[in-house]
């Protein structure tokens, strides 16, 4: 398998546009993350679904930020309107249930 | 609430001398413990898991982890490291809830390998 996919790997936008980064988990597994990881505030959940349902959307810092999950091979996670807080790298996990996750190699994002 | 300390930020040895990496968690059942590292401008690898059964677990590139419940703690050891595992370390505790492993992961530690 080629493991968890995400796109772009790094992306820059200005503040106030949208932002959407996307996230094709391992197949076969049930379970996607979204995490975000600064140097302040370490690596955070923001968002998981079990089979394409969000059941957990508590660590999503604002309105601004929303995720999708429309089939079981495709996720995505949107910024709108961007902002310079939001600079991070994003991650996308996947498991099956019950086992460890596996990380995607991230997107650097970058607002200015 | 499930948590995680790496009380180490920063950890610099000689390449060949030997590597522990604290790690304590806080939990009030039988944890699932990890181990992650990360490469620069990588993602996370899994290093190795601690589930059930045996509390000395072995893991990728030579690395290893001891599960002692009384001390609450889980320290990743390699007993002779080499430049190339110079990265961050990430441990993290999970727990079963409802099928989903609510994992929370530690601040981290870098580790830094000189020659």
């Known amino acids: 398998d080629a493991g968890v996919i995400q796109s772009p790997r790094h992306e820059v936008t200005e503040m106030g546009q949208e932002v959407t980064l996307r996230c094709k988990p391992i197949?076969?597994?049930?379970?996607l993350f979204w995490y975000r990881q600064t140097m302040m505030r370490g690596l955070e959940l923001l968002i998981y679904?079990?089979?394409?349902?969000?059941?957990?959307d508590s660590g999503m810092p604002e309105d601004r930020f929303s995720a999708k999950m429309p089939n079981a091979s495709f996720s995505t996670l949107k910024i709108q309107p961007s902002e310079p807080r939001d600079s991070a790298v994003y991650f996308c996990?996947?498991?099956?249930?019950?086992?460890?996750?596996?990380f995607g190699p991230g997107t650097r994002l970058t607002v200015t | 609430a499930q948590s995680v300390t790496q009380p180490d930020i920063h950890i610099t040895v000689s390449e060949g001398a030997s590597l522990e990496l604290r790690c304590n968690y806080s939990?009030?059942?039988?944890?699932?413990l990890f181990w992650y590292v990360q490469s620069p401008g990588q993602g996370l690898q899994l290093l190795l898991k601690?589930?059930?059964?045996?509390?000395l677990v072995q893991g990728i590139k030579g690395f290893e982890a001891e599960f002692k419940r009384s001390q609450s703690s889980f320290n990743l050891r390699k007993p002779s490291v080499h430049w190339s595992d110079a990265a961050e370390y990430f441990c993290?505790?999970?727990?079963?809830?409802?099928?989903?492993?609510?994992?929370?992961f530690g601040t981290g530690t870098k580790l830094q390998v000189i020659p």
């Open positions: 993290a505790v999970g727990s079963n809830s409802g099928g989903y492993q609510k994992v929370t």
């Open positions: 679904f079990n089979n394409n349902v969000p059941i957990d």
């Open positions: 197949s076969g597994h049930d379970y």
């Open positions: 939990y009030g059942a039988t944890p699932y």
């Open positions: 996990a996947s498991s099956h249930i019950g086992h460890e996750q596996y």
């Open positions: 601690y589930f059930s059964g045996d509390t």
